[in-house]
């Protein structure tokens, strides 16, 4: 398995190595260690973080391949996973010189993203790489089917859905919001993800809590990291809102559950600024359902599916703060109502699980094991 992350965080990396380690591969995952990296060790998966000079930008993903390639091309293996497309490349080569089949598992619609539409010429790079080796692809894996049919309509390869859904959650005993220090007379709003980046809503979000725009007892916590962390901090001293807006750095996935289902609303309102953000489908917005919280959304075609299909929360029309706070006290105002989001948030999570995803990935792993 190859990442271009520091894999402690990846959840659904980590989850499909969980599922193929059940169907009895032995399991070695390959990412970077940056410099705030947590520590991290498997008792099962075999761990190695490549320690690079370069952190972004063009040396960094060269030195990652170029170190990928000769990592994989020393190694022996029956089979090859590569995750996203700044991993596809060198998987590729070793695959075709080794000779062993490779999946490649893509988890958004990369060349699509808001950090290449804004470099045409990184991007066109990617494009390359991807109009070569996409098309001699068999087993192709994405997270839902508007990115599905996009690469179908590109390059005729059949692509199966995995939706990056959250295993079924389990809360533990006892866990309250005094055992956190979250206060009980207050609802709690929250924004958590390990990627807070640029045109994620965070900013807006922040805004929309200002005391003109009437939102009444009522905190906003942020867990996580992401490209915007440190300048959503400061926004929100600029703003005077430290008080009311709070923030939690990233925390293990079991941990992070925990404070989830301890809040009233789940907030993820990324905006469709690129082909990427119009057909994602964040990962925070199942983590919320799972853990049976109503969600405030903005209203991407596949999030708007999930949202207004299970009937768990609402969705904005615009990421005009004060049209933002207007939403929160919506949510807020009919109880009965809110109740009703939240129980179909708890009957949802049932069927938005990992476990129902797995038996798309036994379809195509099963046929590459019996082949091995």
Not at 73 to 99: E, G, H, M, Q, W
């Amino acid at each position: 398995m190859s990442v271009t992350n520091d894999i402690a965080t990846d959840q659904r990396v980590l989850k499909v190595s969980d599922f193929l380690h059940r169907k009895g591969f032995d399991i070695s995952i390959a990412g970077r260690k940056k410099p705030d990296s947590p520590a991290f060790e498997h008792a099962v998966f075999h761990i190695f973080r490549f320690k690079l000079w370069f952190h972004k930008g063009f040396l960094f993903y060269a030195a990652y391949n170029i170190r990928l390639f000769f990592f994989l091309l020393f190694r022996k293996f029956d089979l090859l996973v590569a995750n996203d497309l700044d991993t596809l490349l060198p998987n590729y080569l070793v695959s075709r010189i080794k000779r062993v089949p490779l999946v490649y598992d893509t988890h958004e619609y990369f060349t699509g993203s808001t950090e290449l539409m804004d470099r045409p010429m990184v991007r066109k790079t990617w494009v390359r790489i991807e109009k070569w080796i996409f098309p001699r692809l068999k087993h192709v894996f994405t997270v839902n089917q508007s990115i599905a049919d996009l690469y179908e309509k590109e390059y005729g390869v059949k692509v199966r859905v995995v939706r990056n859904l959250p295993k079924r959650f389990l809360p533990a005993n006892g866990l309250t919001r005094k055992d956190i220090d979250w206060p009980e007379d207050k609802k709690i709003v929250l924004m958590q993800g390990g990627a807070i980046n640029i045109d994620r809503g965070a900013e807006e979000l922040i805004h929309a809590m200002k005391p003109t725009y009437g939102i009444e007892n009522v905190l906003l916590y942020f867990i996580g990291s992401g490209d915007v962390w440190e300048e959503i901090h400061e926004l929100t001293k600029k703003l005077h809102l430290t008080q009311t807006v709070k923030f939690i750095p990233r925390m293990p996935y079991q941990k992070l559950m925990q404070y989830t289902a301890l809040a009233d609303l789940g907030v993820s309102i990324d905006k469709p600024v690129s082909p990427n953000y119009k057909y994602s489908l964040p990962n925070k917005l199942f983590d919320y359902i799972g853990a049976g919280v109503p969600v405030l959304a903005s209203p991407l075609v596949e999030v708007k599916n999930i949202v207004k299909g299970y009937n768990v929360g609402d969705c904005i029309e615009s990421h005009d703060p004060e049209h933002i706070a207007e939403k929160i006290r919506f949510m807020f105002s009919d109880q009965k109502r809110y109740n009703i989001w939240r129980e179909n948030a708890k009957k949802a999570a049932a069927e938005l699980c990992w476990e129902n995803e797995e038996t798309v990935l036994s379809e195509v792993y099963d046929k590459i094991r019996s082949a091995l």
